[in-house]
Each structure stands twice: as structure tokens, then as C-alpha cells.
């Protein structure tokens, strides 16, 4: 591929991750509700789960990350919500599949990890879809850099 431009790719709110994490978290609070437990207990269980709940639909709607820059010489670049950016590392853990990336990283200033999971509805279907042969492409000149470098 070896794009002559950065690829800028906008992040948004991902509804069907959301939808599914709700899903999860109100079948494990259906799960609770069924117990036939003391309801101090009962409470005790609940509450954990709609803190997590609670935590992911914040998330929701403050996301972390805002936008991605896959940039022609193999590097991602991350936009946080403060409009900073930071250089991460893929990871050869990164997932791609046609429906869902899982973007596993490093961002080497902080010292940190970076996991992403990115269904279609993140990046718009063509957006998902550059972003997919990006990074088929940067694994592949990586391959064929640390091949190189072997012989």
C-alpha cells in the first residue's frame, strides 16, 4: 500500500460496543436479581455492576482518544481528548478482523499501554476499511524490515 499521506481518522462513540456492554451489564444484574439471597447481600452485588455500568456510559461520553493519524512511514499517532497527541507503538497483538480492530500499543512518553477497540461504527465503514489495510501493510514492512535485518 504505502500511503503518500497521513491517514486521519476521526474517533466517535461506538453505539454497538455500547449497546453490548449494556447488554452485559444488565444480564449480570438480571443474573443477581434472580439469587435468592439477603437483600443487604443483594444490594452488595448489584452495586458493583452499576458502578461499571455507570463508568462505561461516562466513558460514552467522554472518550479518552478523539482521533488516530496512521501516518506513509508506519507511525500512529493518537489525539487525546485535550487535543495533545501521542506517538504509539502498534503492537503485533493488534486484532483485525472485518468487523472489529483491537488496537493493542505502547505509548513510549508515558510509559503506558494503549487498547483500542474499534468496531466499525468508531471509524465509518471506510474509515474502518483504510484503517484495516494500514495496518496490514505497517506488519507487513515490518516483516519484511526485521527479515532484513536477520539475514
Same mark, same amino acid.
Given at each position: 500500500?504505502?500511503?503518500?499521506?497521513?491517514?486521519?481518522?476521526p474517533l466517535r462513540p461506538s453505539?454497538?460496543?455500547?449497546?453490548?456492554?449494556?447488554?452485559?451489564?444488565?444480564?449480570?444484574? +438480571? #443474573? *443477581?436479581?434472580?439469587?435468592? =439471597? $439477603?437483600?443487604?447481600? !443483594?444490594?452488595? &452485588?448489584?452495586?458493583?455492576?452499576?458502578?461499571?455500568?455507570?463508568?462505561?456510559?461516562?466513558?460514552?461520553?467522554?472518550?479518552?482518544?478523539?482521533?488516530?493519524?496512521?501516518?506513509?512511514?508506519?507511525?500512529?499517532?493518537?489525539?487525546?481528548?485535550?487535543?495533545?497527541?501521542?506517538? +504509539? #507503538? *502498534?503492537?503485533?497483538?493488534? =486484532? $483485525?478482523?472485518?468487523? !472489529?480492530?483491537? &488496537?493493542?500499543?505502547?505509548?513510549?512518553?508515558?510509559?503506558?499501554?494503549?487498547?483500542?477497540?474499534?468496531?466499525?461504527?468508531?471509524?465509518?465503514a471506510e474509515g474502518h476499511r483504510?484503517?484495516?489495510?494500514?495496518?496490514?501493510w505497517r506488519s507487513q514492512a515490518?516483516?519484511?524490515?526485521?527479515?532484513?535485518?536477520?539475514?
Amino acid at each position: 500500500m504505502g500511503p503518500s499521506e497521513p491517514l486521519m481518522l476521526p474517533l466517535r462513540p461506538s453505539v454497538s460496543l455500547t449497546a453490548f456492554l449494556l447488554l452485559g451489564h444488565l444480564g449480570a444484574l +438480571a #443474573v *443477581v436479581g434472580t439469587l435468592s =439471597v $439477603v437483600h443487604p447481600l !443483594l444490594a452488595g &452485588l448489584a452495586l458493583p455492576i452499576l458502578a461499571s455500568l455507570g463508568w462505561q456510559l461516562w466513558r460514552f461520553r467522554h472518550p479518552a482518544w478523539v482521533a488516530l493519524q496512521a501516518g506513509a512511514d508506519g507511525v500512529l499517532c493518537c489525539q487525546k481528548a485535550d487535543d495533545s497527541w501521542v506517538e +504509539a #507503538v *502498534v503492537s503485533s497483538q493488534t =486484532v $483485525v478482523l472485518s468487523w !472489529l480492530i483491537v &488496537l493493542q500499543g505502547k505509548l513510549p512518553e508515558a510509559q503506558q499501554s494503549l487498547a483500542l477497540t474499534l468496531p466499525v461504527d468508531a471509524l465509518g465503514a471506510e474509515g474502518h476499511r483504510l484503517f484495516r489495510r494500514w495496518l496490514r501493510w505497517r506488519s507487513q514492512a515490518v516483516a519484511e524490515k526485521k527479515s532484513a535485518i536477520s539475514l
